[in-house]
């Protein structure tokens, strides 16, 4: 499974390469791989386990924020615009 990521984004990233960190609300740090596939730049390996360790499914809204040294974090949204609470447990 893998996510892209919007081309406008891509200037931002060219320091990623390899394995990056996102940090879920929890706090935790999910190791998932930074590919370039088929010209698109993805969330690749790791990405289906955060997804999981989340509940995240389709409809739910997801705010990225780069922190620098190959770190995001992730703040996760229900459908009605909320945080999703049981995110703030979520473990790796």
Known sequence: ML?????DCHKYLEE???TVSLRGPSGNLWPVELAKISGELCFARG???FLCD?????????????DGNSQF????????SCEAPYAFLAQP
């Open 16 to 18: 990623c390469t390899g």
């Open 73 to 80: 974090s992730v703040t996760v949204f229900l459908p009605s």
């Open 54 to 66: 989340h509940r995240i499914v389709y409809g739910y809204l997801l705010v990225f924020r780069y």
């Open 3 to 7: 996510q892209t990521i919007p081309e």
């Open 47 to 49: 990405w289906k386990e």
